[in-house]
Structure formats: structure tokens, C-alpha cells
């Protein structure tokens, strides 16, 4: 057992991970409030908005609550939103580099989802929690759209 420098409490598991949650949750607490909030008018910028907003949804209504009791992870979230937007509205060079991410991981979702075993998906899910986060990653993959035209003569995932 030791005791966190940051936020004083006790730490039994994981005390490495705590020390670098509780750095990033005193950086957000200190630098959110210091970026401008920026309007999206660029495709990047609206785009972003809309993955982050979707993010923030699911987490606030499908995810167990004692997740986020603390608010955390959804202060954690708005701050890489605020913060993404507002150099995506202003630096036409990082815009660019946040387009490509974007069309990296399409390209790479796509990959994944053409790859996708639906038997596979089945074990992974026996007897876990209904909204584990990586079952909705799984659920994302199964509703691919070019998984479904890829694979479109495979059987239903079994429910
Ligand atoms: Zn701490």
C-alpha cells in the first residue's frame, strides 16, 4: 500500500496507472480553461466534433455509471475535444496530419472488419457484461458496413 503524491489517497493495485490517471486529471483540471473554445467551420474540425460528441454520449448513457463516478474520464474527453477543434480550426499544417488519423483509422477499421469472425465474436462475448466497452468495439465491427458486403452469406451473430 502507498500513498498517492498527487491526490493523497491510499493505493493498493495499479499504482503506476493512478499516478498517470491523477497527472492527467490535475493537467486537464489546470489547462482546459486556458483554450479557447472554437467554433467547427472546417470538415476536420466537424468531424472530430462528432466522433467526440458520440464518444461522450455513450459514455454518459451506456456505460455503467460507477465507471465516470468521478467525472474524470468525460472531463478527459471534452479537454481532447476543446483541444483537437480549436488547433484543427486554426493550424491549417496540424489540420492536415488530423485529416490523415482520420483516414488511418478508417482504413484500418475497414481491415479489421473485413478480418471479422463472428464465431470468434460469440466466445469473446460468453458471459461478459452486455456493455463492456470492447463489446461495443465488437458490436461496431458486426454493423461495418464493409464487413457486411464483404462477408454478406455469413450467419447472424448469434445473440
Ligand atoms: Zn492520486
Known sequence: MTECPICKRRIE???TLHYAKCIINKFVQLYEPTIPKAKPSKNVSKILQKIMEDLKHQANTKLPKEFYEDGNFIRLLDFVEKTLIFIS????????WLAWLLIKIQTEL???AVQFNPEKYHKKIHGRLPLDPPLLFYD??????SYKEEKNDHKPIPK
Not at 89 to 96: I, K, L, M, S, T
Request: charged fraction near 20%; aromatic fraction near 16%; charge should be negative.
Open 89 to 96: 480550426e486554426n493550424d491549417g499544417h496540424y489540420r492536415a
Open 13 to 15: 493495485d495499479y499504482p
Open 140 to 145: 461496431y465491427l458486426a454493423q461495418h458496413p
Open 110 to 112: 475497414n481491415a479489421q
